[in-house]
């Protein structure tokens, strides 16, 4: 371009107060919340400035092991179990509802418009009006329990957001072997056959990456946890968090159903029409040409949804979630022990591992993203 | 919103009534409207209760009669709820303006200087930046409220808005940036020969075509703002946002639902109207989320 070097530097000039903010504000501040998780920091209003900084010291990752291991922080790993359940789900009824409804709306329906506006309203609320309005209709004694009885039949007793009942039950030391099996279906399988049919060099990183969590997993998580942990502890799928899926869901497949959409409004007629030549049935259609395209879309949709739901807060403080053990998240525990335990180093390490959770599904996407985009010059 | 529900089914009604329905007939688009009408029931289920239960008085709020309809409607609980978050909404309305308004202008220089004025190493500052967006606000917080008490902004709204401007630059900067990189270069190269330069160019050929992008930025921000909750619930508890106001009065067990139905309501109402006056840009904004958008 012609343009002159004088101007090229107020350009860099004009930028560099955004990225000076945001490399103190994002850089600058999690290297802080990361070394504040190696110490012991307290804030107990008890002590005075200087007592605190003579207590304060460098425990390196204590207090990442007494998440792991200790008896008196189970609340942690409640919480850790939680989300990973909340994000399993609530991508999936997120992914389904929202495909289902994005396919409805592409067959040339009338009043499409008011369907779409009512499927995507909740986007526009808070998360605490979510959590508020929710928490009301699941009373246990009335709200969606009662629904049933308006057809004339028996009420629901489920108890919802307060339920303590638990499912899927495991003890705490399997938990490195679960992932690790997980990691094999959800990562491996579907890397390995991406590598085989297409050759994708993202494929081959990722399983490189999955293949390093699994060695780690298995050969040191599993037998240090085993050797640490005093006693079993039971963790498993807590039933209250359907009622945090059905909240969240009800406010977020509206998401995925715009993302869908957009994606089908970008598939040519004709190809659909060229397909039906063929001798496609309308079911062979989606199976063959529509699935198969929308497939990126699904994977930006999973993270961005898990991205959520991984550091999820408002919605479950706003049900009550600060009283139910059984809707924790590391996102209240976080701010728990933090402004209310005056335990800050317990709290940043709480959220550096919350920022390794959605780090490690984001940055191969933020990279992905970008690495096809032409440069310019 | 929950007027335009019932109108739907008319339109099958009448579609029904044509002549020669039964003959040509198909049932898989019945069926497909039949879903749709469902999932539109469910979807708005919530927006019924909270304008039913909020018409109710005290006196008939009960959990065993939720679903019915009051003997006498009255509005009541909005004058309750209004009373109990004004200040909420107060704060919040001083938030939002400067809050959206700043990091809208910042991401539109920013977003011109990266699709226009590329420079070496932009594509690495431009990913670093969108990082921002996608981390979880805790892993920052802590030494945000630290230095927010040391500038004396800590409970503060200038506070609030310094960190929704910050933490607001990477989507505002992604939208304008990608928006301007569809403005073609030959049109900014005819400025430059005029002899524009880099806020010349801005001012006369960018500035003008910008305002279908900064009404999605504008909205998009707004809405963020507005229902932001972890900044407001730690950074300033002595100036509540509307979403903290919000929260105490349902938290606080001595409110009646009726009332905590009506605060949901007002809430939400701002967005909410938004979204339904301009949801087009509104539906841009949410795209863009995921990148390519």
């Known amino acids: 371009m012609s343009r002159g070097s004088k101007d090229r530097m107020i350009a860099i000039l004009m930028l560099s107060p955004s990225v000076v903010l945001l490399a103190i504000f994002v850089y600058g501040f999690i290297g802080s919340t990361a070394y504040m998780s190696l110490t012991n920091l307290s804030t107990q209003m008890q002590l005075s400035e200087q007592l605190r900084k003579a207590q304060e010291k460098f425990i390196g990752l204590g207090n990442y092991n007494s998440f792991m291991t200790s008896p008196l922080d189970s609340r942690f790993r409640i919480g850790f179990v939680n989300t990973l359940f909340f994000t399993l789900l609530f991508i999936l009824v997120c992914l389904v509802v929202g495909l289902l409804l994005a396919i409805l709306l592409d067959q040339k329906i009338k009043g499409e418009s008011i369907f779409r506006t009512i499927f995507l309203f909740p986007m526009a609320l808070s998360f605490v009006v979510t959590g508020v309005v929710w928490r009301w209709l699941f009373n246990q004694n009335s709200g969606i329990n009662l629904l049933p009885t308006l057809v004339g039949f028996p009420a629901g007793t489920f108890a919802w957001h307060t339920s303590q009942d638990q499912i899927l039950q495991f003890d705490w030391v399997n938990f490195p072997i679960i992932v690790s099996i997980l990691v094999v279906v959800i990562v491996v399988l579907p890397s390995l056959w991406y590598i085989v049919r297409q050759r994708s060099r993202i494929a081959m990183f990722i399983l490189a990456l999955a293949l390093l969590a699994n060695t780690y997993l298995l050969l040191i998580a599993a037998p240090g946890l085993r050797s640490a942990m005093v006693r079993p502890e039971t963790h498993g799928f807590n039933l209250a968090l359907l009622a945090v899926v059905l909240a969240a869901g009800w406010q977020m497949s509206g998401y995925t159903m715009a993302m869908y ?48 739901s991984l550091k999820i807060f408002d919605l479950v403080y706003s049900m009550g979630g600060g009283d139910l053990l059984s809707i924790d998240m590391p996102g209240m525990f976080m701010w728990f022990e933090t402004y209310r335990g005056f335990l800050p180093a317990r709290g940043a390490a709480v959220a550096i591992i919350m920022l390794l959770l959605v780090a490690v599904v984001i940055i191969p996407y933020l990279w992905s993203s970008l690495r096809g985009e032409p440069e310019n010059e | 919103m929950s007027s335009s529900a019932p109108a739907l089914p008319k339109t099958i009604a009448a579609e029904g009534r044509a002549p020669g329905f039964l003959n040509n007939v198909r049932w898989g688009q019945l069926l497909i409207y039949a879903v749709l009408i469902i999932f539109s029931l469910a979807f708005l289920l919530p927006v019924y209760m909270v304008l039913l239960t909020s018409i109710k008085s005290t006196a008939e709020v009960d959990i065993s009669s939720m679903w019915e309809f009051p003997r006498q409607i009255q509005f009541d609980s909005f004058r309750l709820a209004f009373d109990q978050l004004k200040i909420g909404l107060g704060n919040s309305l001083s938030l939002v303006i400067p809050g959206t308004v700043i990091s809208a202008v910042l991401g539109s220089i920013n977003g011109y200087v990266l699709s226009k004025w590329k420079f070496p190493g932009a594509n690495i500052i431009f990913p670093l930046m969108l990082f921002g967006m996608f981390i979880p606000y805790q892993a920052i917080i802590i030494p945000l409220v630290q230095f927010l008490r040391t500038v004396s ?126 949801g087009r840009y509104f539906i841009r904004g949410l795209l863009a989320g995921s990148i390519k958008g």
Not at chain 1, 262 to 274: C, K, P, Y
Not at chain 2, 211 to 230: A, R, S, Y
């Open chain 2, 153 to 278: 902004l800590y409970n503060s709204i200038p506070g609030l808005v310094l960190c929704h401007v910050v933490y607001g630059l990477p989507i505002t900067t992604l939208i304008f940036r990608n928006y301007y990189s569809e403005v073609p270069d030959e049109m900014l190269e005819a400025g430059a020969i005029d002899g524009a330069g880099f806020f010349g160019l801005y001012w006369w050929i960018v500035l003008p075509i910008s305002l279908p992008g900064f009404v999605v930025v504008i909205i998009w921000q707004f809405t963020q703002i507005w229902n932001e909750f972890l900044f407001g619930v730690t950074i300033a508890q002595g100036t509540p946002t509307v979403t903290v106001a919000l929260q105490n009065l349902s938290g606080s067990q001595i409110v009646q639902w009726n009332v905590q139905m009506a605060a949901a309501f007002l809430a939400a109402l701002p967005t909410l109207l938004v979204y339904i006056l301009l």
């Open chain 1, 261 to 308: 959409l957009a994606g089908l409004r970008g598939i040519s007629e004709e190809l659909r029409e060229a397909a039906r030549v063929d001798g496609c049935t309308e079911f062979g259609v989606y199976r063959r040409i529509i699935f198969p395209l929308l497939a990126p879309i699904t994977l930006s949709a999973i993270i961005i949804l898990g991205h959520i």
